[in-house]
T-cell receptor, first 113, second 110 residues
């Protein structure tokens, strides 16, 4: 299996809602990532997990809370988001160190209303 | 500060010609550089990785060069086809993560 699967594909949520984005891979990768991408901009790194431990947090607001329950799964919990958080959220995985390239999922299109 | 620059925001190339995209970086010495393709509304797709001690890498119609003296990578698509139209992103490694350039939107004109 050479895919990274993200669910849901689309999500609309209110500013008081709590929701979660899910990501799954079965490639044996031990590094997983969350990126945020706004229209016509490059992906921006949010979090890096290495061997199921959070290794990098790019100063992301606490309303975004990542979780890595096991080596195949990565979640992003969302709470009290703002309209400016609307974006495409991308999950990726790789070998630790990323020196064979990253495999990205198709993303979750999030709209905060 | 470290910068990654992809020289063109958009590039139009006639079908059958070679498309050449440029990625420049400053204030940094990456161990490797990657190129990705991204279609609208989809995640990036990994194409090629080139290491600092490699001058050139090829994969089918794709060729990447890496000049650490010029701090530049060139990405070539030969015999370009309309299906090659997409945004192409270069990415550099930094501290166990990769950072993307802004990308070049490539349009192959039939």
């Amino acid at each position: 299996d050479t895919e990274v699967t993200q669910t849901p594909k689309h999500l609309v949520m209110g500013m008081t809602n709590k929701k979660s984005l899910k990501c799954e891979q079965h490639m044996g990768h031990r590094a997983m990532y969350w990126y945020k991408q706004k229209a016509k901009k490059p992906p921006e790194l949010m979090f890096v997990y290495s061997y199921e431990k959070l290794s990098i947090n790019e100063s992301v607001p606490s309303r975004f809370s990542p979780e890595c329950p096991n080596s195949s799964l990565l979640n992003l919990h969302l709470h009290a988001l703002q309209p400016e958080d609307s974006a495409l959220y991308l999950c990726a995985s790789s070998q630790v160190g990323g020196r064979d390239g990253y495999t990205f999922g198709s993303g979750t299109r999030l709209t905060v209303v | 500060s470290q910068k990654i620059e992809q020289n063109s925001e958009a590039l139009n190339i006639q079908e059958g010609k070679t498309a050449t995209l440029t990625c420049n970086y400053t204030n940094y010495s990456p161990a490797y550089l990657q190129w990705y393709r991204q279609d609208p509304g989809r995640g990036p797709v990994f194409l090629l990785l080139i290491r600092e001690n490699e001058k050139e890498k090829r994969k089918e119609r794709l060729k990447v060069t890496f000049d650490t003296t010029l701090k530049q990578s060139l990405f070539h698509i030969t015999a370009s086809q309309p299906a090659d139209s997409a945004t192409y992103l270069c990415a550099l490694d930094r501290d166990d993560k990769i950072i993307f350039g802004k990308g070049t939107r490539l349009h192959i004109l039939p």
